[in-house]
């Protein structure tokens, strides 16, 4: 078993127990990404599957593992020695010869400090591993799983926690600045998501208020010598690239020669580096993240590594640093794990999840000699546009194919035999792009361009470029002409480019490969991955992304009264308010002084011997004027602060208040208002079923406006996702479906709202409409929720349905399994339930609520019963 797989079972029982910790407002945070945030699966409000996973695993190892290093984790997490060498790749019998006669930390220390041994045994990454004075860990994530959204998770919830715990536990301290560094540009331009992120949807609006007020976001700029940062200060998010702050040598000076001229340049190119690193050095409880760390891994070890980690180590040197997160793609180096890997998502699951395109039986390999790489390139671009010519995204962006070439002479060779077949197609010149080292600037533009919908460049040539770091989603199919450089991973670079997925897109993906280069893919998908072509062959989704549409905007509200808890005083003594002075001591302890002498004692054979008497020394008192004490005390229990300064004043004259008395004197206050009393109390609303505004607004290509929103479901739900053109026929009326699709959680709760809308189909009218609500938990979205407590905490709820009658009459629908009828949240009994008849009572003739069991099609009494409440009776 590797690390990531013991620490995922060890999360999955924190997440079943509520993530337990002595941080309550971090349950908030984790259980806020589920929109309805109660039992049941529920929906993920922005985070994917893999995102919140990570999530979860990275304040698992902060709050209840307390941030170990790694050597620790593996301690804790595998007690016995042999699974904990097996688990570290040291459980050949050499490694457990030496820790029979050396121990376990002996043989840790042979790795730290034996170069000979660890060259030998090819033991330098895990030496890497083993050496670090601060916490680090690596999340893999495959290419598309959303690494940089989960950097800007993990800091928004350090800061939104750092603001609302202002004194945690001495053994735990949250970031309050955040580091986010990547090698290259191309990298360094896709975390500017960062500062796109809706932090609304990662945050419950209590804790989203105070971090927004508080972030400040940077990045880096060439011209600028320093950070724009001010040392000591907090919640700092500061995007760089790796070479803008790493730690670096600064050259001599030379006579004035031009190679001197270009080491002036270069010093001050470093100067500016090491200005920048000492800013961030002075920002107090950092977080350093890594974005696409496998670089500091590879042919680079022995160099790059040791920039990079002599960057982070002297910012651990210079501030007090918090952790390590090393964000990659790969859990491997050369088919060995990592070791340091604690959360492990591969590109099979990112296709089976259905944030991938599948490749399933489309990955096709081509065998011709050097000479033919002509007609290759023309069968892929004719294959393409027939498979993909007419295909596009949901926003209305074509298919675009890339052929990626080894140089740019290859490209101009290959580029007329494109041309032809483009034109054969039936296509304009003009949909091809080039893009290499001699790109034009209105070139690479385009490039830039290319993930707007607008964009009306089809097949894109490539040398050099549109790998690691590139994101466009309307990229259907890659192909690799003649043979590629194996080093850097670029084979796999460039033939996954086409793999990212967008919700609503139901097509496959295509790779187009020489076998040459096929041999390359598989090798680096092994090393990699650790999957094989084959397995990406036969990898099918396992969830469907997809999108919903309104095409209802214009909905009534429901109007109704809710009862609201109010706890308001009893009625008080009458008299006078006065308080007794406490009795609670007014000093701050005593402190003594014992004075020592150095020499060995007969009778109790000690070094030290007290000389005299222990003295007694009197300590200060923490003060505050009455003022103060009258505007705490008047603050806490909403009173009129006058009264109390003149009660004060007449306890204690014109003395201070010690600080000590002010919890005497609060319960004191206490007794004197006497106990709260719970009333009811109700406010007249208006929900909105929908509110177009919290849906995205994306424009189409004919200039026209929708508002969607993402949704995923697991591929076995798909016949539960269905729109209006299903039950055409059996809907004349036209009820129902104000988004589409509808998606359905269960088969009862799909077949109820056919049989209703037959049902209701035979007196139209009588309704106004019927909605299927349950997927649409969102408050940004909509306004129908309703509050239940729960284990002493406030929990959302809305039904699955809501029918709409003359006389602005509403049903309100729940379907369950039949197992929920009597359990205590979900039953006839629950509190969910309990919340709901709440409203209906408040609101008789109006509001009705029915509950319905049915575990695989909903029985004819039921539906019967709505067709009752629709002529006039009660729900």
Known sequence: ????????????????????????????????????????????????????????????????????????????????????????????????????????????????????FVKAHKLGVLRETLTLDYPSYIVALAMGAGKTVLIGAIAASEFALALDTPEPPSDLQFIENALVFAPGTTIIESLRELSTIPFGKLLPPRLLAPFEASLKVTFTRDDERGIPVVAGSRFNLVVTNTEKIRIQAIPRRRQLTLASLLDIREQEATERANLRLQAIAGLPHLGVFSDEAHHTYGQNLEKQLKRVRQTVDYLGGATNLIAVINTTGTPYFERQPLRDVVVWYGLGQGIRDGILKDVANNIQSFAFEADQADEFVSHVVTDFLETYGDHALPDGAPAKLAIYFPQV?????????????????????????????????????????LNDPTSGHRVILLVNKGTEGWNCPS????????????????????????????????????????????????????????????????QGRATTPNVIRLRKLDLPPIRLRVPRRVLVRGVAPAGVLAFERPTAPTHGGAMTRTTYGVGLANATRKMLSALGDTLEIETSVDTIDAYTAAMTLAATYRLDAWPLIDTLRQTYGAAEIPVSHLEPLARLLEERLGPYEETIEHDDVELAIVKPDGFDAVTQADGSVVRQSDIAYPADRAHLVFGPERVAG??????????????????????????????????????????????????????????????????????????????????????????????????????????????????????????????????????????????????
């Open 1 to 116: 078993m590797e690390l990531h797989e013991a620490l995922a079972s060890r999360v999955d029982a924190w997440r079943q127990a509520g993530y337990p910790s002595d941080i309550p407002a971090l349950a908030e945070i984790l259980e806020f990404a589920i929109e309805d945030g109660d039992s049941g699966p529920g929906h993920l409000r922005y985070l994917r599957a893999a995102q919140l996973r990570a999530l979860e695993t990275y304040w698992y190892l902060r709050v209840v593992e307390r941030t170990p290093s790694i050597p620790d984790l593996y301690t804790a997490l595998f007690p016995a020695g042999s699974e904990r060498l097996a688990a570290l790749g040291l459980g050949a019998p050499e490694f457990m010869a030496l820790v029979v006669d050396e121990g376990y930390d002996g043989l840790l220390t042979k790795i730290r400090t034996d170069d000979a």
């Open 409 to 449: 002479d290859d490209l101009e060779e290959l580029d007329p035999h494109v041309q032809l077949a483009v034109a054969k197609a039936g296509l304009p010149p003009t949909v091809i792009l080039r893009n290499h080292s001699r790109s034009s600037t209105d070139e690479v533009d385009a490039f830039n361009r």
């Open 475 to 538: 990229l259907f199919a890659t192909a690799l002409a003649r043979k590629l450089k194996t080093s850097n991973n670029f084979v796999l670079q460039a033939a996954s480019r086409c793999l990212r997925q967008v919700p609503g897109n139901d097509r496959s993906a295509r790779i187009y490969l020489s076998d040459a280069n096929r041999s390359a893919l598989n090798t680096q998908l092994k090393d990699t991955y650790g999957e094989t072509i084959g397995q990406l062959e036969h």
């Open 730 to 875: 059996e809907n004349p009326a036209g009820y129902g479906f104000h988004y589409t699709p509808y998606n359905f959680d269960s088969g009862p709760e799909a077949d109820f709202y056919e049989k209703v809308l037959r049902a209701l189909n035979v007196a139209p009218d009588d309704v106004r409409e019927i909605y299927f609500t349950g997927a649409i938990t969102d408050p940004k979205k909509t306004d129908l929720s309703f509050v239940y407590r729960r284990e002493g905490r406030d929990h959302r709820y809305t039904p699955d349905f809501v029918i709409h009658a003359r006389g602005d009459r509403w049903l309100l629908v729940e379907i369950k399994m039949t197992a929920r009828r009597h359990d205590d949240v979900e039953g006839v009994e629950g509190v969910k339930a309990k919340a709901i008849r709440g409203i209906a009572d408040a609101n008789p003739g109006r509001i009705f609520y029915r509950m319905i069991f049915a575990d695989a099609v909903v029985s004819a009494p039921d539906v019967a019963a709505v067709g009752a409440f629709v002529e006039g009776a009660g729900g």
